[in-house]
């Protein structure tokens, strides 16, 4: 799950990383009073939405740049004037942009360093590790790519926790002297707390700045939580925004569907996550497009595939249905069973191409062809896809 | 021979009141498992289906039952503490079969299982089977037969798929194991290799990977340096967008990391023969047995 920057902000400051002033607003009356309370003579106001490359987007209305640095409460108020209520692309927001509903007015900082300070999951030896960089402001990954000396990763024991040696080395590898060690390993240890307590996937601050004064503050922040724990954390569920969601993803959540939407106009319905991703590869491996990843599970019940099949049929970029079945546990007959009722409470308006295998295949296969539906067969997978496509495409399939 | 369990197996159920975990116990007894205790909490004392005794504690079960496995279906709240009573309690085999568990408790779960001698499988798995003698797990059983292929993979349905392809080529499995789609999970797919190369009955080893992590690179150069069996792989998530958690927690591709590309380059140069597509897979291992 994600949040916002100004969210993560809080939950920061709330664990005792540091954080320059400033404050959230959702008109422009409120970006200026804002800007009015700091102590300060430079401003800088960022668009709030579920995205990075917010500096170098634009807005669908032609106006520049997520993130402007002003010099006065009123031009304050002129950014967010033109922000709130615009939609931003970036290049990780896809063409359609996200909307903005508030901005971040923030004290501007005099920056005498940027640094780069994660906290993640290192999969292989199932630790928390540290990642560290003197070289803040830009993307870790090409850091790694270009210069991987320049990054320490400090692996956390899990039972133990960050220790202060850890602290140490990674605040001297981010270049504070050995006198100066407090302000680092203090921002450190409160920014691992943050990662267990709030059962984090990622805790990315990037930049880290050393201020011309010395201080240590987290200039921006993106915060990741495990999806899995979320039952334990109310106070987090509660900050999700669901603007800033695909609305397919969001129908898809609320029946419990695994769903993520994608460009294609082939909509898929497929048990299993594996088999999932193996037909998104299979249907463009038959030279298609695939709309979505959507698994309907091992044990899927009669209402969940009538749920997909309503989501998938509501999709108006979906040209062509593929519904790829292996049932083991989900028996082939109530698959089919599921999705006669669904089509006949909502008929189809796209071909339908049904590959099923399995248990009680031959039921299934028997319901499907006597409920007069248009539904086309396919045994194969590859089989199946190619049908897929064809029948996207406009062409007949065999 | 087979790998990790077989008829002798003696199988504890933990949560085998709950809905999945019922329905799964029975089945699996069905299936020829030797299931000889369940386990859960305030319900010692009562039995499943009129013949399976049922504990309130994993220890208690051991003690009576003389029960070496355990197959966990415990809600994912409470299922890192599950595998540790498991484990605490003597149990060698551990299948955990529960999604969803947070990826903090099994990162806990996972150091702590370091002073134990026991073997994880999962979670978020379908579990493990040796065809014909023991069936730990949700797979169907009724697709599976003995024979000589081995099977491990990170996806439950696209074990059975394979599995599917393999039986329908009139081979056979050694034993099927699926380690799971979590991030951070018991036995790799590199250690279940090593499993299968060494049991004299597998003949093939028929590995399925996903995106995500770097298990198939570990298992590649393993087999690079160690398998001298034919191995059979497929891949899934060759064109998977990056960033997005494909249905399993474990199967993302993260800042470059966990391509499909970069794992199929690497089980090649180990001289694995791939599946070009997922409905070539019984024909590959068909092949590489020379049928």
């Known amino acids: ?61 032609g106006y520049k740049s997520g993130v402007h640095l002003v010099k006065t409460p009123h031009q304050v108020r002129d950014v967010a004037q033109h922000m709130i209520g615009n939609t931003l692309i970036t290049h990780q927001t896809g063409p359609e942009g996200k909307p903005v509903h508030s901005v971040l007015v923030g004290e501007s900082t005099e920056i005498a360093r940027e640094l780069y300070l994660a906290i993640v999951l290192d999969r292989s030896s199932g630790c928390p590790v540290i990642v560290a960089s003197q070289q803040g402001g830009m993307e870790i ?12 990763r400090e692996v956390i024991h899990p039972g133990l926790g960050l220790q202060p040696y850890q602290a140490r080395k990674v605040s001297i590898f981010l270049g504070f002297p050995s006198t100066g060690l407090r302000a ?25 700045a050393v201020t011309k004064g010395g201080d240590v503050v987290a200039l921006d922040a993106k915060l990741n939580f495990d999806d899995n724990a979320l039952f334990r954390h109310k106070e987090i569920q509660d900050l999700q925004d669901p603007s800033q969601e695909d609305p397919r993803d969001l129908a898809a959540a609320e029946h419990h569907l695994n ?4 460009e294609g106009n082939i909509g898929c319905m497929v ?10 590869d299979l249907i463009q491996a038959a030279g298609g497009k695939p709309a979505n990843f959507l698994d309907v599970g091992g044990g899927a019940s009669e209402a969940m595939i009538t749920a997909a099949f309503r989501l998938l049929q509501a999709d108006a970029s979906v040209k062509a249905v593929f519904v790829n079945i292996f049932g083991g546990i989900l028996k082939c007959d109530l698959l089919a069973q599921g999705m006669i009722a669904a089509c006949k409470s909502n008929p189809p308006r796209v071909p339908i191409i049904v590959r099923l295998q ?13 409920s007069g539906l248009p539904l086309i067969p396919a045994e194969g997978l590859m089989e199946g896809a190619e049908k897929a496509v064809a029948a996207a495409t406009g062409k007949k399939g065999k | 021979m087979s790998v990790l369990v077989d008829a002798n ?17 029975s089945a699996c007894k069905e299936y020829g498992t030797q299931v000889v205790a369940g386990v859960t909490p305030a319900r010692g004392g009562e039995k499943f289906e009129n013949t399976v005794p049922i504990f309130d504690t994993v220890s208690e079960a051991v003690a009576a039952t003389r029960a070496n496995a355990s197959m966990i279906f415990v809600p994912p709240e409470f299922a890192g503490d599950a595998i540790l009573e498991a484990a605490d309690a003597g149990i060698q085999l551990i299948v955990a079969i529960t999604e969803g568990i947070p990826v903090m408790d099994m990162m806990r779960v996972r150091h702590a299982l370091e002073e134990y001698s026991c073997v994880l499988i999962g979670p978020n798995c ?12 949700i797979m169907p059983g009724y697709i599976h037969r003995p024979g000589n292929v081995g099977v491990v993979s990170r996806s439950g349905t696209l074990t059975y798929e394979a599995v599917w392809q393999i039986t329908s080529q009139g081979l056979g499995q050694s034993t099927c194991i699926g380690v799971g789609g979590d991030p951070i999970h018991g036995l790799t797919l590199q250690k279940a290799v090593e499993y299968l190369h060494a049991d004299p009955d597998t003949k093939a080893i028929v590995m399925i990977g996903e995106i995500g992590g770097s298990e198939e690179e570990e298992a590649a150069e393993y087999i690079q340096a160690r398998v001298k069996k034919p191995v059979v792989s497929f891949i899934a998530g060759a064109t998977a967008p990056p960033g997005r958690r494909m249905g399993h927690a474990g199967a993302i591709i993260s800042g470059g990391q966990g391509t499909a590309q970069a794992k199929i380059e690497a089980l090649q140069k180990a001289g694995v023969r791939m599946a070009k597509n997922l409905g070539e897979i019984g024909k590959e291992v068909a092949q590489a047995l020379g049928k």
């Open chain 1, 259 to 262: 769903y993520i939407g994608l």
């Open chain 2, 9 to 25: 197996t003696r199988l504890l159920v933990q949560g085998i009141t709950g809905k999945s975990g019922s329905f799964h116990a």
């Open chain 1, 1 to 61: 799950m994600n949040i916002h920057e100004y969210q993560a902000r809080d939950l920061l400051s709330a664990s005792g990383v540091a954080i320059p002033r400033g404050a959230v607003a959702k008109t422009p009356e409120e970006a200026e009073a804002i800007a009015r309370s700091l102590p300060c003579n430079s401003f800088v106001v960022k668009a709030q939405v579920h995205a990075g490359g917010r500096g170098k987007g634009h807005f669908v209305d």
């Open chain 1, 358 to 370: 399995g248990t009680n295949v031959e039921q299934g296969r028997k319901l499907l062809k006597e």
């Open chain 2, 126 to 137: 379908p579990g493990i089977i040796t065809p014909g003698a023991c069936k730990i797990g």
């Open chain 1, 141 to 152: 990954e090409a850091v790694a790519e270009k210069n991987p000396e320049a990054i320490l």
């Open chain 1, 271 to 280: 048990n299993g996550a594996g088999l999932a991703m193996a037909t998104l």
């Open chain 1, 184 to 208: 680092p390993c203090r921002l450190l240890h409160a920014a691992y707390r943050l990662f267990i307590e709030k059962d984090c996937s990622q805790v990315e601050i990037n930049p880290l």
